[in-house]
């Protein structure tokens, strides 16, 4: 097969970045309970963190705080941001076959891009450090003021419009129930990582029609979604 021959319906690919592309959850997980024991608040185990990831930095800051401190939220989100800022790739890692997917993808002509509920700038800071080449990703939109966070489809639709793919060309790969809700708002079909930070059972109990337990099986399955 020639480069950049199309062998499936999908031409174009978006990923959610935490627990689907990396693992992020120790690097996330150091840098919250940095702010939290800043403060003089408990902290959490990264299995803790992990219930607190995929909605948006100012869902997790609300809910890590103690019930009595509501207000302090914005503290340990200041905190965590400039904190997270300096550490996000201290032990963040790819998944294991995540490399080999992009570049199979990409290899295949498919475009692909990161939409993710993390701040734009760590976003684009993560995949700058993890995947020097540059090109691999066409798009890199995390959260900023421009758009709502997920499962609103606002960032996801503009993203994909930009890059001039229709719904029908567009999967989505995700691994929270955050995720597939996301993809069915925009109207698109959606993949559930199992390898992520909810996992294949609950994927499953949330209503994913498809879920994967390694990254390369969607190479397996791609051209019968």
Not at 27 to 40: E, K, Q, T, V
């Amino acid at each position: 097969m020639e480069r950049n021959e199309i062998k499936t319906g999908f031409r174009f690919v978006a990923f959610d970045l935490d627990g689907t592309i990396c693992n992020t959850l120790s690097d996330i997980a150091s840098s919250l309970n940095r702010a939290l024991d800043a403060l003089g608040f408990s902290t959490y185990s990264d299995d803790g963190v992990s219930g607190l990831i995929g909605r948006s930095i100012v869902w997790m800051c609300q809910h890590a705080v103690p019930e009595d401190r509501p207000e302090a939220w914005t503290d340990v989100r200041d905190g965590f941001l400039a904190d997270y800022a300096e550490h996000l790739c201290d032990t963040t890692v790819p998944y294991p076959e995540m490399p080999e997917l992009l570049h199979a993808l990409k290899h295949r002509g498919v475009t692909l891009a990161v939409v993710t509920n993390k701040p734009d700038p760590h976003a684009k800071k993560m995949i700058r450090t993890l995947f020097p080449e540059g090109d691999l990703f066409a798009r890199v939109q995390g959260q900023c003021a421009d758009y709502p966070v997920k499962p609103d489809p606002a960032m996801l639709d503009v993203v994909r419009e930009e890059l001039g793919f229709s719904r029908e060309e567009t999967l989505y790969l995700g691994d929270m129930d955050v995720d597939l809700q996301f993809a069915k708002n925009a109207g698109l079909r959606c993949v559930g990582c199992g390898w992520g930070y909810r996992g294949e059972a609950f994927l499953k109990e949330a209503g994913a029609a498809h879920v994967i337990s390694h990254p390369l099986e969607l190479l397996e399955i791609i051209d019968t979604l």
